[in-house]
């Protein structure tokens, strides 16, 4: 069984500050990790995903992830943070058989001017 | 198109009622999930539909029954809700379900009450 853990429920950060959003996750199997993002009273969107290939991955909105298999983390970075960037961030695996997706509890960022 | 919708935006509905959430989406996705989602919590997953059968079902009440009446729509009927039913309704959709690399799509959301 797979499971997905985020170190911090919340993150305040000032504004033009670099974040870091923690996820470590266990599984027996290959995984393919992803980063969403929900805004207030919106669904999730995809901020970047790892399924194969060179660890560290670019996604929208300035962000970018790099997968640590030894360590089992897919931590999410961001170097200057804005405003718009406050919401919640969800951590999330699925299997290579690609039934589920099983997610983070999330994090709330937030960013302060 | 990339887009998920979802309609309506909010319900409210006794515990006596029946009512439908709908989703829709045209981007020839063939496999399309409901969670459900409760304040400050990750989305829980509810059912999944692959190729329009229903492939997963989360052990949920059967006040919840889902509907794939063909590949772009997705329907879920309530009846007899409970309060601890409110939550908001999320929808989502990817290419596929066997490849798991694909990242799903979601909708806005239906946020329901139940009173």
């Known amino acids: 069984a797979q499971s997905v853990t985020q170190l911090d429920s919340q993150v305040p950060v000032f504004e033009e500050a670099p974040v870091e959003l923690r996820c470590n996750y266990s599984s027996s199997v290959s995984v393919y990790l992803f980063w969403y993002v929900q805004y207030p009273n919106q669904g999730l969107q995809l901020l970047l995903k790892?399924?194969?290939?060179?660890?560290l991955v670019k996604g929208i909105n300035g962000f970018e992830a790099e997968f640590n298999k030894s360590q089992t983390s897919f931590h999410l970075r961001k170097p200057s943070v804005h405003i718009s960037d406050t919401a919640e961030y969800f951590c999330a695996v699925s299997d290579t058989g690609g039934f589920k997706t099983i997610f983070g509890a999330g994090t709330r960022l937030f960013v302060k001017a | 198109d990339t887009e998920v919708t979802q309609t309506p935006k909010h319900l409210v509905m006794g515990m006596t009622n029946k009512k439908s959430l709908k989703c829709e989406q045209h981007m020839g996705h063939r496999a399309m999930y409901w969670y459900k989602q409760k304040a400050k919590k990750p989305p829980e997953l509810m059912f999944v539909?692959?190729?329009?059968?229903?492939?997963i079902n989360e052990s949920v009440p059967s006040r919840f029954s889902p509907e794939c009446p063909n590949s772009s729509l997705l329907n879920l009927h309530l009846h007899a809700l409970q309060p601890e039913d409110s939550a908001l309704y999320l929808c989502?959709?990817?290419?596929?379900?066997?490849?798991?690399?694909?990242?799903?799509?979601f909708g806005p959301g239906t946020r329901l009450t139940v009173t």
């Open positions: 539909y692959s190729y329009e059968k229903l492939s």
């Open positions: 989502a959709s990817s290419p596929d379900l066997l490849a798991g690399g694909y990242e799903q799509y």
């Open positions: 790892y399924l194969s290939g060179s660890t």
